[in-house]
């Protein structure tokens, strides 16, 4: 009697973990670089903010969002703006160094895009209608101080919308 309610308790608890890991995993959907950013009206524009950096880069990439786009960014530094037309000459040059990415979701939508310096990487992340830009943040800025890893760390879960 005993070894039936292990069993039945254990078939239970395997049957919440399974639907729990179910309802909360999240799928990597592959960067897709692009030639250019397509000059056009977002519903926001995301700047990712090094202020500790001097220009000409203060930023370490952009992320323009689709109407209805649903993209968020765990970068800790963020400012949103209107427009790309707010930006100054050393953003504008710095602009010219960045690898061009497309933010489509796991049907084929376009929700977005990004712009990066080639020091950071980014791992897009979708759950359900959310997309999560998560940016890896270089070791030169602030990563892993204790020399284990590759030197890299995630921003954290501070910014989007």
Known sequence: MMKNYIKKSLAAFSALVLVGCGAFSAKVIKNESVNNIPDKKYETIIRLNTPDSEPPKSEAGFVYVEPEGKVTTDF???EFLKNSDMLDKYTQMNRNNMGKFVIKDSKGK???YYEMLPEYTAIIWERGD??????IIPHSMGGNSDGMGDGRRSGGRHGGR
């Open 130 to 135: 959310d997309i999560l830009l998560q940016v």
């Open 76 to 78: 800790p530094r963020e």
């Open 110 to 112: 376009v929700r977005g």
